[in-house]
């Protein structure tokens, strides 16, 4: 509960209602996290490199455990085919493993000065590490930042994106009855002004790491700045997929259709350009609409080819982004036209 009692619903994005009242942090619950940090830092830095790693290893474990439930919560609070969704859940456990084995592996040096005297380096963690993360890939990039946090000797608050916190909630509480302690973990949901701003720039925060938007970046950075506090950001992309003459037709197809079309084409490093040999130009194309006029859309529980957008807001991005293409001059081959809740039915990318 939020010191103030203050809650937000998140939606199904499917159906456009509720599914749950989330607690809603504020400037003082970020205190109070970054406060049961600092305490968990000191916790979590008392064990053994060795033990840390145990407990990471018992987090991963824990993860596969509470699969099932995990994407299920997962597809019902961002959206995604449920089988996307299990592969988050697998991707999850994979981080928290791997870093898990590294724990006891981070050595310094000792660096040879003349005969007799040696100077050695010892790493320290920083202490206390602020993660926001962002709603397409909610569980992975939880784990994908907390996983070498943690292995390392920080404690870690985390704040979700406000559309889809379930996910990270969940495995904050997975990973204190695995073995973590108190404070290690920390998950504040909430939203950018009342959560993000005071958690990137307070006092006690040693680093900052965001992945999301370009403009949320440069404010996380001002905000940052003002404690001097180091930075990490992954912001948005625009990866290119290059197609050249001896490629297989069917290949590339299938190859274009993951990189652009998985998560709905909310992805950072979706194949959102495509430099393509003018040979293969009509054969890939022309595959490409067929494929893609045949996806299944729907409910991302009932596993379709592609789940719904995560919100209205992404909905009416992607919708004036259409309609800016159209009006420079694009071709619209498939879909282009919007479907909702009740009209929603399974073949509905028709062609143009």
């Given at each position: ?221 001002e905000s940052a700045a003002t404690q001097m506090t180091p930075v990490t950001l992954e912001l948005g992309g625009k990866s290119p997929a290059v197609v050249f003459d001896e490629a ?19 992805t950072c490093s979706a194949s959102s350009r495509l430099l393509l040999a003018e040979s293969l130009h009509d054969q890939v194309v022309n595959q490409f609409v067929v494929r893609a ?60």
């Open positions: 509960m939020s010191a103030n009692g203050a809650t937000f619903v998140t939606e199904d994005p499917r159906v456009e209602e509720g599914l749950i009242d989330v607690a809603a942090a504020g400037p003082s619950d970020v205190d109070r996290a970054v406060d049961a940090a600092r305490e968990g830092a000191d916790a979590w830095q008392a064990l053994k490199p060795a033990e840390r790693g145990r407990r990471l290893h018992a987090v991963a474990e824990s993860i596969r455990e509470h699969k099932a439930e995990l994407a299920r919560m997962e597809s019902l609070d961002q959206g995604k085919p449920l089988s996307a969704a299990r592969n988050s859940i697998y991707t999850a456990a994979r981080y928290m493993e791997f870093f898990a084995g590294l724990a006891d592996k981070i050595h310094g040096n000792t660096i040879p000065l003349d005969g007799s005297r040696n100077s050695e380096t010892i790493p320290e963690p920083y202490g206390v590490s602020a993660q926001v993360t962002p709603w397409n890939y909610t569980i992975t990039q939880l784990t994908h930042g907390a996983a070498p946090a943690l292995a390392a000797g920080n404690a870690v608050v985390t704040k979700p994106a406000a559309q889809t916190p379930l996910t990270t909630v969940r495995v904050a509480q997975l990973a204190y009855d695995a073995g973590l302690p108190a404070g290690a973990l920390n998950a504040i949901p909430g939203f950018g002004p009342d959560a993000g701003e005071p958690l990137v720039s307070h006092d006690d925060v040693a680093v900052v790491t965001f992945t999301g938007g370009r403009m949320t970046g440069q404010r996380i950075m297989e037709v069917d290949q590339v197809v299938n190859n274009l259709l993951l990189g652009i079309l998985r998560d709905a084409g909310q006029t045949d996806y299944d859309l729907g409910h991302g529980v009932d596993n379709p080819d592609m789940g719904p957008l995560v919100s209205e807001e992404q909905f009416e991005t992607v919708t004036v982004y259409i309609e800016i293409g159209k009006r420079e001059g694009a071709t619209l081959r498939a879909g282009g036209e919007t479907t909702r809740p009740s009209i929603l039915s399974s073949r509905q990318c028709s062609p143009a």
